[in-house]
Nanobody
C-alpha cells in the first residue's frame, strides 16, 4: 500500500527557515511528480511548489525566491526548503504525490499534513 508522509513542520520566528520532507513508500511505483500545497486555517488549499519527473519546477508567486523544492530520487523524497519565512506562510502543508502504479496507472496520494507556524 503506497503511503505519503510529510515531516519537518514546526514553530519558527519570522525570517527563519524550515525544511519539509515528503516520502513516498510502500510497493513499487514510478514518479510522475510531487507537489506541496498549503492551507491556512479557514482558507482554501493552494499550490506552493511542484516538481515533475522531467525536472520542471513551478512556484507560487508568493514564495518565489524564498522556497526551493528538490527531489532525492534514491530516497523517493521531495523537500521544500523554506527561507525568509513570514507570518502569512503559516498553514498546514500537504504533500501530493502523482505516482505510476503497476496495472493501475497514474494515481494521486495525499499526506496527512505538517503544520508550519511563523510567529514571534
Amino acid at each position: 500500500q503506497v503511503q505519503v508522509a510529510e515531516s519537518g513542520g514546526g514553530l519558527v520566528q519570522p525570517g527563519g527557515s524550515l525544511r519539509l520532507s515528503c516520502v513516498a513508500s510502500g510497493g513499487a511505483f514510478g514518479f510522475n511528480g510531487m507537489a506541496w500545497y498549503r492551507q491556512p486555517t479557514g482558507k482554501g488549499r493552494e499550490l506552493v511548489a511542484e516538481i515533475t519527473s522531467g525536472g520542471t519546477i513551478t512556484y507560487a508567486d508568493s514564495v518565489k525566491g524564498r522556497f526551493t523544492i528538490s527531489r532525492d530520487k534514491a530516497k523517493n523524497t521531495v523537500y521544500l526548503q523554506m527561507n525568509s519565512l513570514k507570518p502569512e506562510d503559516t498553514a498546514m502543508y500537504y504533500c501530493n504525490a502523482n505516482l505510476e502504479i503497476h496495472m493501475l496507472g497514474s494515481r494521486q496520494f495525499w499526506g496527512q499534513g505538517t503544520l508550519v507556524t511563523v510567529s514571534s
